[in-house]
């Protein structure tokens, strides 16, 4: 399994080392501008209209519909999603090549974990703090899709959401910017690679922009309001660092921010995208997205909603047809000018280009069949999963059981759900190919171990009639594996909790599991923090393993057993309760910071401000040590750099990889900076009482900061600096920069 991984790894290396010519080979090749423009000059304003509009195809078949083919024919339409396979692809794309001017169309699906060979979800793959990993995944998935038609993936989503109660959390890293830019950088490589007109490549798409993450009450397509300091310093990040990893799309958001629908919003969508960025691709809205804006209240009608769009910077409408319909009399009117049609147009045209598409508009349908579902994919899958869990407690070295168990309970109804272990967003993932908890843990152990499965509740869990015999193979049986959490359904788009503690009577069922007194370990699946104040203060054991995917059942067993051991860090806050939320670990600081001997400061009379699990924790089935702190520097000038080295040893008795990871803290600044921000994290394995030094370098990107102007500066002062084992640990440092 390892070589598969390092050589899929060392690929990875070695085609991102020529990332950059190749990318700038593509991007500048000869004459494409010229032909953008011949091509430009000869379109009717219908045909224009058509290249920006995007339709959806029938899901469940992959297939066009017969009003495609018939625009397709006609050269009006451009783009579609959800139609795919090679065969499907290729027929549409045979009607293009029909059309007078022979445009290729572009074929995008959401491919968020995996095309047919399904990763964890995002959130779980971002706590492996592996950005290799998730460039891996995300070159697998590309792989996967191409083979299938599908040219453009509507990923990575790169929101920052600092609410657990907005299911879509499960869709990107989490809450932290650093973390956040590192993994939609990655995904970006993963997915494009040096240069994705290739048959293993996709284009990506960054979204959704901009600050769908932060929706009021964590209730999805709700409003934002956020100040443009906060859009700079926490929110565009991982915009940009997909941007500087050669991403050639954005997706507008479904939210209002600041008053202005993100799809509708020319600061956003031009000042800073095109004029600040310098961005040369294209915007394509979410689904119905230009329809919504009239639902707002920004836009009067449908043409008042085309024109507020256009003349933004939006350039592709998904699935309502306001620009398409309302173009021609918009430029009749003099409300929009042909010059902002044909500038959409060509960008929209230019990335077909980079595509390839005008060369080889056509899928090798040879390729699908032995893609999809590969066995080193499904062997990376497994890999990468088993990264992803958290191991949250372990008292007594609950956790791993002994192989030869004789009698084992597998208790809960996720233990036995194909569908939910695919988690929320399972591209072309089948339930048929996943392998389940139980499945998983069946795989591991051998014949003498005798399995007792009751799932006691489905995962609503509202009736508890199966409870008792679910209790009775507990008591049957040495030790107990309890799967609990959410179904798929319960994180996601538009799957929004107020209450986001166990669902239904889960939490009754391990009670009465606990009373009989027999020794058992827990398995969360969830797509966000949980709530889990029962779990944390009473089970012995707990891992967190989100929903892990195609290969989840087997990688989780091979956790739970000892075969790996678990490594990930949470990249999210787990609260205590929701009326915390938002807590994330790199809050601003106050004038009244905590005192337990002050009531006036900051915190609540019923809850402790501390989270039950901070951000950047997870244990080992080892342990590790950090010592020895030490800078390069007391002093550096504000464009200057230090290196900030610790020794980190296993201190247990196996082998292990921990994450080590690098804080700050500015402590004075001209506007008040974050107690605590994470600047850098490595994964370290090391045998047991093996030693080693880590050592990380602060650069002005680390110090710096966007200041009241929006200019990044790095400011003279005093800084505080931390190397642990998590956001709430660290041997700590300090130094000038002067
Ligand atoms: C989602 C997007 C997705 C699009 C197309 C929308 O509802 O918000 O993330 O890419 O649908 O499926």
Avoid at 516 to 538: C, D, F, H, Q, S
Wanted: charged share 25%; proline share 5%.
């Amino acid at each position: 399994m390892r070589q598969i991984f390092s050589r899929i790894v060392s690929f990875i290396l070695l085609t991102s080392l020529l990332t950059t010519t190749l990318v700038a080979q593509r991007r500048n090749q000869p004459n494409v501008e010229a032909k953008i423009n011949a091509l430009i000059a000869r379109m009717t304003l219908a045909e224009k209209l058509g290249q920006l509009q995007q339709l959806d195809g029938d899901f469940p078949t992959g297939a066009g519909r017969p009003e495609h083919f018939e625009m397709v024919k006609k050269g009006l339409l451009g783009s579609t999603l959800n139609v795919r396979g090679a065969k499907n692809v290729n027929e549409l794309q045979r009607a293009a090549m029909q059309s007078r001017l022979k445009i290729p169309h572009l074929f995008a699906f959401d491919v968020i974990h995996g095309y047919r060979t399904i990763f964890p979800v995002p959130l779980g793959e971002a706590a492996s703090f592996d950005p290799k990993a998730a460039e891996m995944s995300s070159y697998i998935a590309a792989k996967e899709s191409r083979a299938a038609g599908v040219a453009w993936t509507f990923a990575p989503m790169v929101d920052i959401a600092r609410d657990p109660r907005w299911g879509r959390i499960v869709e990107g890293a989490g809450e932290d910017t650093y973390l956040g830019a590192q993994f939609a950088a990655a995904r970006v490589r993963g997915f494009q690679g040096p240069d994705y007109s290739r048959p293993d490549r996709v284009l990506a798409c960054a979204k959704h922009w901009v600050a769908y993450g932060a929706a009021q009450a964590g209730r999805d397509y709700n409003t934002t309001d956020i100040s443009e300091n906060t859009l700079y310093n926490v929110y565009f990040p991982p915009f940009k660092a997909a941007k500087d990893a050669g991403v050639d799309t954005f997706m507008s958001s479904f939210n209002s921010l600041n008053g202005i629908p993100a799809t509708a919003d020319r600061w956003t969508l031009t000042d800073v995208l095109r004029n600040q960025w310098k961005f040369d691709g294209f915007v394509v809205s979410d689904y119905t997205s230009v329809m919504e804006l009239v639902n707002h209240g920004y836009a009067r009608d449908e043409a008042d909603a085309a024109q507020l769009a256009l003349n933004a910077g939006l350039d592709m409408e998904m699935v309502s047809r306001f620009m398409n319909q309302n173009g021609e009399k918009l430029v009749k009117e003099k409300k929009l000018s042909m010059a902002t049609i044909d500038e959409a147009v060509r960008r929209i045209l230019r990335i077909k280009f980079r595509l390839g598409l005008f060369d080889n508009p056509y899928t090798d349908e040879s390729l699908e069949a032995k893609t999809l579902l590969a066995p080193e994919h499904r062997k990376a899958a497994r890999e990468i999963a088993a990264e992803s869990f958290v191991l949250l407690k372990n008292d007594n070295q609950t956790l791993p059981v002994r192989k030869n168990v004789k009698e084992l309970a597998v208790v809960g109804a996720l233990a036995d759900s194909k569908e939910d272990i695919l988690g929320s967003w399972n591209g072309d993932g089948k339930a048929a190919d996943a392998v389940t908890v139980l499945e998983g843990i069946k795989n591991k152990l051998g014949p003498n171990t005798k399995i007792r499965y009751a799932p006691g509740c489905d995962a609503k869990c509202e009736d508890t009639s199966g409870f008792d015999k679910a209790l009775d193979a507990v008591r049957d049986s040495d030790f107990t594996i309890l799967v609990l959490g959410e179904s798929a359904g319960m994180s996601g788009e538009a799957s929004s909790r107020s209450d986001i503690d166990l669902p239904g009577r889960q939490l009754e069922l391990v009670r009465a599991v606990a009373k009989t007194g027999k020794p058992y370990a827990v398995v969360l699946m969830n797509g966000r923090p949980l709530t889990i104040n029962w779990l944390a203060e009473n089970s012995p054991a707990i891992l967190e393993t989100w929903f892990a995917g195609t290969e989840g059942g087997n990688a989780v067993a091979d956790v739970l057993f000892g075969d790996v051991n678990p490594s990930g860090k949470l990249p999210v806050t787990f609260p205590r309760s929701v009326g915390q939320i938002p807590l994330f670990y790199n809050q601003p600081s106050t004038g009244r910071p905590f005192d337990a001997n002050n009531k006036y400061t900051s915190k609540y009379l019923d809850v402790p401000n501390t989270p039950l699990y901070p951000f950047g924790y997870g244990l080992s089935y080892t342990k590790f040590q950090i010592s020895n702190l030490r800078l390069s520097a007391k002093q550096i000038a504000p464009n200057g750099s230090l290196t900030v080295t610790a020794d980190v040893e296993n201190t247990g008795a196996r082998e292990g990889t921990e994450v080590v990871q690098l804080y700050i803290r500015d402590l004075v600044g001209s506007i008040v900076r974050p107690v605590k921000e994470l600047k850098g994290f490595e994964r370290v394995t090391l045998k047991a009482g093996e030693k080693r030094a880590v050592t990380f370098t602060l650069k002005p990107e680390q110090l710096g900061f966007y200041n009241a102007q929006n200019k990044f500066v790095v400011e003279p002062g005093d800084f505080r600096v931390w190397v642990g084992q998590s956001s709430a640990d660290g041997l700590e440092g300090s130094f000038t920069v002067k």
